[in-house]
């Protein structure tokens, strides 16, 4: 299991920007992704960023969001721009190590997973 350290979240006005963070230690984090979650909802997929270069966006971010990875300290990063109310959920950052291809929004690719942090987005 990977210990996954996450920053960042908080409260902001639709159309402002926020920054996640996640840091992983411990563990292969072939596969890192940010999920999120509402209450009543399924978790899902925001974005992911694979060891291999592959980055992969939800419908609903891409444009607005952008995935990175600082391999020096191994950190995940978010950048969330132009965000909207039904942004507001609880993220989670998620790692894996590389395996048998499944879909990244595959909660099955990810078996280590942060504690989750608030983003909560005002109209």
């Known amino acids: 299991q990977v210990r996954l350290v996450e920053s960042g979240g908080g409260s902001v006005e639709a159309g402002g920007s926020l920054r996640l963070a996640c840091t992983g230690s411990?563990?292969?984090?072939?596969?890192m992704a940010w999920f999120r979650q509402t209450p009543g909802k399924e978790r899902e997929g925001v974005a992911a960023d694979y060891a291999s270069g592959h980055t992969y966006y939800a419908d609903s971010v891409r444009g607005r969001f952008t995935v990175s990875r600082d391999v020096s300290t191994n950190t995940l990063k978010l950048q969330m721009n132009n965000l909207k109310s039904e942004d507001t959920a609880t993220y989670f950052c998620?790692?894996?190590?590389?395996?048998?291809?499944?879909?990244?929004?595959?909660?099955?690719?990810?078996?280590?997973w942060g504690q989750g942090i608030q983003v909560t987005v005002s109209s």
């Open positions: 998620a790692a894996g190590p590389t395996g048998p291809t499944v879909p990244w929004t595959s909660r099955q690719a990810y078996p280590s």
């Open positions: 411990g563990g292969s984090t072939y596969r």
